[in-house]
């Protein structure tokens, strides 16, 4: 079941490992996760600010900076190493900071 899987990659004790469970079990993937992945990604980031304020700290000293998540094999989450990435985790904690700035 879907919630044995969720259990498992809790209990994995690194984030790579977390990514290789993931890659390896991708049919198990929600078909609409190209749609929803932008708001999940906003939301967990949110929640992780709001648990950590040592980070929530970090993220708004970056001012008005633009963030970039600077990483050559991922062209989706980050720049592609290169520039011609999304960088969607980048604009992601870019609207963390902003939501951050105006409601609290």
């Known amino acids: 079941s879907h ?3 969720y ?3 809790l ?3 690194t984030p790579r490992e977390a990514f290789d469970y993931a890659r390896a ?4 993937k929600r078909s609409d996760w190209n749609d929803v992945k932008d708001d999940i ?3 967990a980031c949110l929640a992780k600010f709001q648990q950590h304020p040592k980070l929530k700290e970090i993220l708004l000293s970056t001012g008005h900076r633009t963030l970039v998540e600077h990483t050559e094999n991922d062209s989706y989450w980050a720049d592609g190493g ?3 990435g999304k960088n969607q985790l980048g604009i992601t904690l870019m609207k ?3 939501y951050h ?3 609290h």
């Open 82 to 84: 290169d520039g011609t």
């Open 7 to 9: 259990r498992h990659i």
């Open 11 to 13: 209990e994995l004790a």
């Open 96 to 98: 963390v900071r902003h």
């Open 25 to 28: 079990h991708d049919s198990l």
């Open 3 to 5: 919630k044995k899987q």
């Open 41 to 43: 990604m906003f939301k």
């Open 101 to 103: 700035n105006h409601h």
